[in-house]
């Protein structure tokens, strides 16, 4: 698996290089860099293929931070991206999701399993992702298939709907296609 890892002070750089390559075991490869401008320069000169994009995100962070995490994600939609941070909050959090970050990661008790763990997670859910992803590009998926791969695909999602199913005391199912149905439904008063 690679590994990039963007982290500006050094001695933090080493001590998430290390617990990688002991959590990820020796298929591990960590490319190194110092910014994120330095990692959209690598994937744009598409040097080699990235599993995931590390970022170890300085609070507060800067727009500029946040538009590079949605160009790196523009850049290689394949690759999983994880922001690690000293401090979770919730706005940042959100932020950087809605930027192109599938997990964040609050840095206090993290340690070499539990960081491998999250890449495991991140890195499947993401070529699982992109495999659904083709299957609702063939002309014959119906708009019902389409949003039932979508839900299976996005934890988020599931979590919404299932939300929305117990506000109005329906299945998960029915909350889905009536979704659909309102969707596509004509504007009021339109024919």
Same mark, same amino acid.
């Given at each position: 698996?690679?590994?990039?890892?963007?982290?500006?002070? =050094?001695?933090?750089?080493?001590?998430?290089?290390?617990?990688?390559?002991?959590?990820?075991?020796?298929?591990?490869?960590?490319?190194?860099?110092?910014?994120?401008?330095?990692?959209?320069?690598?994937?744009?000169?598409?040097?080699?293929?990235?599993?995931?994009?590390?970022?170890?995100?300085?609070?507060? =962070?800067?727009?500029?931070?946040?538009?590079?995490?949605?160009?790196?994600?523009?850049?290689?939609?394949?690759?999983?991206?994880?922001?690690? *941070?000293?401090?979770?909050?919730?706005?940042?959090?959100?932020?950087?999701?809605? *930027?192109?970050?599938?997990?964040?990661?609050?840095?206090?008790?993290?340690?070499?399993?539990?960081?491998?763990?999250?890449?495991?997670?991140?890195?499947?859910?993401?070529?699982?992702?992109?495999?659904?992803?083709?299957?609702?590009?063939?002309?014959?998926?119906?708009?019902?298939?389409?949003?039932?791969?979508?839900?299976?695909?996005?934890?988020?999602?599931?979590?919404?709907?299932?939300?929305?199913?117990?506000?109005?005391?329906?299945?998960?199912?029915?909350?889905?296609?009536?979704?659909?149905?309102? *969707?596509?439904?004509?504007?009021?008063?339109?024919?």
């Amino acid at each position: 698996m690679h590994v990039m890892l963007v982290a500006d002070q =050094p001695d933090e750089a080493a001590r998430l290089r290390e617990w990688l390559c002991t959590g990820l075991g020796p298929g591990c490869e960590v490319t190194h860099l110092e910014s994120l401008n330095e990692a959209l320069i690598q994937m744009q000169a598409n040097l080699q293929v990235i599993d995931v994009l590390i970022v170890d995100l300085i609070i507060p =962070p800067s727009r500029v931070q946040m538009a590079g995490l949605s160009l790196a994600q523009e850049r290689a939609p394949a690759m999983a991206i994880i922001v690690v *941070s000293e401090l979770g909050d919730d706005d940042v959090v959100r932020t950087a999701i809605r *930027s192109g970050a599938q997990e964040f990661v609050v840095k206090a008790g993290l340690d070499a399993e539990r960081l491998a763990a999250i890449v495991n997670n991140v890195v499947t859910e993401r070529r699982r992702m992109a495999e659904g992803m083709k299957g609702l590009q063939t002309p014959n998926a119906t708009i019902m298939q389409q949003a039932v791969v979508l839900c299976e695909l996005s934890p988020l999602a599931v979590e919404l709907l299932a939300r929305k199913a117990r506000e109005q005391g329906k299945s998960t199912q029915q909350t889905l296609e009536d979704l659909i149905r309102e *969707s596509f439904a004509p504007p009021n008063g339109a024919p």
